[in-house]
């Protein structure tokens, strides 16, 4: 993706039904010479419904511009997965971000009122930006973890376990938020394989998940 490109999806499981969705491989944003990319994701899980959206990561390349918004819509007793992961530069290629633009934009709904809503905001010189210890602490890789459900609160400690000293993981009212951040794309991926796993109750997950 760059400058000026569009994207959306509107996914709807129906009740009792289920669904696992990811991507082919890595989202790469590009270099943007005018404009910025623009991904729009709306999702709707029906009663009893169960979603997995586990999109691969997505790096970010030297002046790339990318705007993020997830909207999601959850029936009380559905479940819904959200795993979104981003790299700040292949570090293995020497590549290091001096100018980018990232925006992602979450809300989340249950049964119609507002139980999640996320916005970061990352401009300018990110290497320098992220390396402050509040932030990402020089981090060149970072994941956030939704699970949305009835029992979400009893995989807290095992996705606590699982991400170690890498993230930190709170839960509430059937709502469970996971925080990750690594020093690159590969450290990231060897945490959020047992995260997903956790929070899955160790439910497959997509081929494309690999080491």
């Known amino acids: 993706m760059t400058g000026g490109d569009r994207f959306s999806w509107d996914i709807e499981v129906g009740d009792a039904a289920s669904a ?3 991507t082919q491989a890595c989202e790469k944003v590009y270099r943007a010479d005018a404009g910025h ?9 029906g009663a009893g419904a169960r979603l997995d959206w586990l999109p691969q990561e997505t790096i970010l390349f030297e002046r790339s511009a990318l705007h ?3 909207d999601a819509e959850v029936a009380a007793d ?12 292949r570090r293995a290629m020497g590549e290091t971000l001096t100018r980018a633009d990232f925006h992602d934009r979450w809300r989340v709904r249950r049964d119609g009122r507002l139980l ?4 970061l905001r990352l401009v300018g010189d990110i290497q320098a930006l992220t390396r402050s210890g509040p932030l990402l602490g020089g981090a060149g890789a970072f994941a956030t973890l939704l699970l949305v459900a009835p029992d979400a609160d009893d995989a807290l400690d095992a996705v606590r376990a699982a991400i170690g000293p890498l993230g930190g993981a709170s839960a509430l009212d059937g709502k469970l938020v996971c925080r990750i951040a690594a020093p690159d794309g590969l ?3 060897r945490v959020l394989l047992p995260a997903l ?9 997509p081929s494309g998940w690999t080491l």
């Open 37 to 45: 990319a623009e991904v729009a994701a709306r999702l709707t899980v």
């Open 78 to 89: 559905g479940r819904l997965l959200l795993a979104e992961s981003v790299v700040l530069g």
């Open 68 to 70: 993020r918004t997830i």
């Open 20 to 22: 696992i969705l990811t």
């Open 116 to 119: 999640f809503a996320d916005d």
């Open 187 to 189: 450290a990231l991926r």
């Open 197 to 205: 796993a956790a929070l899955s109750g160790g439910r497959p997950g």
